[in-house]
């Protein structure tokens, strides 16, 4: 939600590369905020290919009631504002190298061990 709410009308693949999601993970939990009513899908008109997702009345209506979710899950973590930004940016950093390392290690000779037990 927060994604969309930062800029309606993504794709199901726009969001789910940002939260590092495959669509298949994605898919249930869109199709879920449809049921509840915080968006609707719908087929982009310009590539029948792609699915947008779009915010409904309602689901920019919970934005509001979400205000506090962030400051009571930086208060419940125990961190103060620095060491939470601090966290945050190590953990970015993290992905960014394991994704580098993921798309150089495609070959057969650098797969990992999960890979290679497949």
């Not at 999601?21 to 719908?42: D, M």
């Not at 208060?75 to 798309?103: P, V, Y």
Request: glycine share 6%; charged share 35%; hydrophobic share 35%.
């Amino acid at each position: 939600m927060v994604l969309l709410w930062e800029r309606d009308a993504q794709t199901v693949g726009e969001l789910g590369q940002r939260l590092f999601l495959e669509s298949n993970t994605l898919t249930p939990l869109l199709k879920r905020l449809e049921t509840l009513g915080h968006v609707k899908r719908r087929r982009d008109p310009a590539d029948e290919r792609q699915v947008r997702i779009y915010l409904t009345q309602a689901g920019r209506k919970l934005r509001q009631r979400a205000v506090n979710i962030p400051r009571c899950i930086l208060d419940a973590s125990g961190l103060d504002g620095r060491q939470a930004k601090r966290l945050l940016e190590e953990i970015s950093a993290l992905r960014k190298a394991l994704e580098n390392h993921n798309s150089i290690s495609k070959g057969p000779k650098h797969r990992s061990s999960i890979e290679r037990v497949r």
